[in-house]
């Protein structure tokens, strides 16, 4: 005569392989999500920087500003000395005059770091971080 309990038992055994399956796939996406950030980037905000450039300092001392792809950059610099800003990746400059507020604005539609800096004397002003 057939054993009875072997077809429970084998039941009960699938089904803690099945919970344990679906815990582990679960963990598997709650990691993925933490690793990404969340939400996979940042949000999209417009960004006003302002920066001033007086004896060769820069103020705010250098810093990275983070913000989403397809978020709009308004950058307004004052500079004591002729210059050209140049923002590397987006290929936008602007010449500064001395002692005159300059502004760019421009939308951030590439992601990755890039440098803005000037290019007479070599200081960098932000490094603009586009996710």
């Known amino acids: 005569m057939p054993s009875t309990t072997a077809a429970p038992a084998r039941s009960r055994d699938a089904v803690y392989r099945l919970v ?3 815990i582990l796939v679960a963990a598997g996406v709650l990691v993925a999500f933490l690793f990404r950030g ?3 980037g940042a949000a999209v905000q417009d960004r006003s920087i302002s920066v001033s450039i007086a004896g060769g300092r820069v103020d705010p001392p250098v810093g990275r500003v983070e913000v ?3 978020s709009t950059i308004r950058l ?3 500079s004591d000395v002729p210059d050209e800003l140049h923002v590397h990746g987006y290929d936008r400059r602007l010449a500064l005059e001395p002692g005159r507020a300059a502004t760019l604005e421009f939308r951030a539609d590439v992601t990755g770091m890039f440098e803005i800096e000037t290019h ?3 200081l960098l002003l932000v490094q603009l971080v586009v996710r």
């Open 38 to 40: 969340g939400t996979g």
């Open 20 to 22: 344990a399956v679906a």
């Open 120 to 122: 007479g004397n070599h």
């Open 76 to 78: 307004t610099v004052t």
């Open 68 to 70: 989403g792809k397809g």
